[in-house]
């Protein structure tokens, strides 16, 4: 996701803190993913006073943090391929207390290996918050161009329910996830079209005058977001289809 649609990383961020607002957590060590250009730093400062942020760094911006916020940028690129937390260069302990994700998910191969390595990284008690992009974005552009040709796919762009049920197979407890839908309006279809590639929903190298804009001029955004628990961490199990819910969490009819 290129800059010019830094604003909607930005609104998501937003959105995801009123959602962790009734949430009774208050955590030591966060981790964000990605750093990026628009971060409302001082948002998470006043949401989380105390806690220590580690971002991982995106490559668009060039690192300037604030004084006086506690931010530490741990690498200098964002996780979109393996998955894998250790790989990017993440101490191998269980250290953190809260891991967001601000719209990465739908760029992994393998969203179930991420969250097998969130929850590595992630203390007995901690949590795991994520908004991604899902299947239905960008429905207008790949209508208007049936053969697929010059659509780009994304690989993790899946149902909420499929994600649900990986967060419970990687051992999670309590999932919950919604979504909504945001709706793009344009004027020209090089906007259109320059947003499409910064959302990855166009082939590289495709040229507007390939490419069929839609009529009207309209992108959907599925955003679908997520958290879960880590518990009973150290409780060995055999079982990956298993969750443990917290006993506060059961109601009686």
């Not at 971060?39 to 006086?68: E, M, V, Y």
């Not at 994304?154 to 419970?168: E, F, N, Q, S």
Request: charged share 20%.
């Amino acid at each position: 996701m290129t800059t010019s649609l830094s604003w909607l990383r930005t609104e998501i961020q937003e959105r995801m803190l009123d959602k962790l607002a009734p949430i009774k957590l208050m955590p030591k060590h966060i981790l964000l993913e990605p750093d990026f250009s628009g971060l409302n730093r001082r948002a998470f400062a006043k949401r989380f006073p105390s806690a220590q942020i580690d971002t991982i760094l995106d490559p668009q911006i060039q690192g300037r943090i604030p004084l006086g916020i506690k931010l530490k940028q741990v690498l200098s690129r964002p996780l979109l391929n393996s998955g894998r937390l250790l790989d990017q260069g993440i101490p191998d302990n269980a250290s953190y207390d809260l891991i967001l994700s601000n719209l990465c998910l739908q760029n992994l191969n393998n969203p179930s290996a991420w969250m097998a390595s969130c929850h590595q990284h992630l203390k007995e008690g901690g949590l795991i918050s994520f908004a991604y992009l899902g299947p239905d974005t960008g429905k207008e552009l790949r209508d208007a161009n049936p053969d697929g040709s010059q659509m780009q796919t994304l690989p993790g762009a899946l149902d909420m329910h499929d994600i649900g049920d990986a967060l419970v197979q990687n051992r999670y407890s309590d999932p919950v996830m919604d979504m909504e839908y945001l709706h793009l309006e344009y004027e020209t279809g090089q906007a259109l079209y320059k947003d499409g590639l910064a959302l990855g929903l166009i082939s590289a190298g495709m040229q507007l005058h390939q490419l069929r804009v839609p009529d009207p001029l309209k992108l959907t955004l599925e955003i679908v977001y997520g958290h879960a628990w880590v518990l009973a961490k150290n409780l060995s199990t055999g079982d990956a289809k298993s969750a443990y819910i917290r006993v506060d969490a059961i109601k009686r009819k």
